[in-house]
């Protein structure tokens, strides 16, 4: 992974995967919480979609249709755009992260010392 500067070179700045706004180093710790915070939203949301497919797919399909449960197609449509919103929103919450290099350090630092003890 390539980071650069916002200051830096054209070069550097072009050829980089990831800009740094500021000149503090601190920042890059930043980075890396936003990469481990979107990876572990990328796997909430994964199974959420997962279950609810496991779940609503086969009761679309009518598999309670012999009970006497037969889901109807506007039910469905209705959930699957819910789950789409419920997946929109859990991303969302990675809004929530303090992305300030102090704040990242700290968190840092506060995981080392739990992996010390």
């Known amino acids: ?17 990831v800009i740094l706004a500021s000149d503090d180093p601190r920042s890059v710790l930043s980075v890396i919480e936003l990469s481990r915070a979107g990876y572990r939203k990328m796997r909430q949301n994964l199974w959420w979609a997962a279950g609810y497919n496991l779940i609503s797919v086969p009761l679309a399909a009518g598999v309670l249709a012999p009970v006497g ?12 755009s819910l789950s789409t919103v419920v997946v929109a929103l859990n991303a969302q919450l990675l ?8 704040a990242s350090t700290a968190a840092v630092l506060d995981r080392q010392d739990l992996a010390v003890r």
């Not at 449960?69 to 699957?80: D, I, K, Q, S």
């Open 95 to 102: 809004r929530r992260l303090d992305l300030r290099p102090e």
């Open 1 to 17: 992974m390539g980071l650069a500067i916002g200051a830096g070179t054209d070069v550097a700045i072009a050829s980089a995967g």
């Open 69 to 80: 449960f037969v889901m109807p197609m506007a039910v469905g449509a209705v959930l699957m």
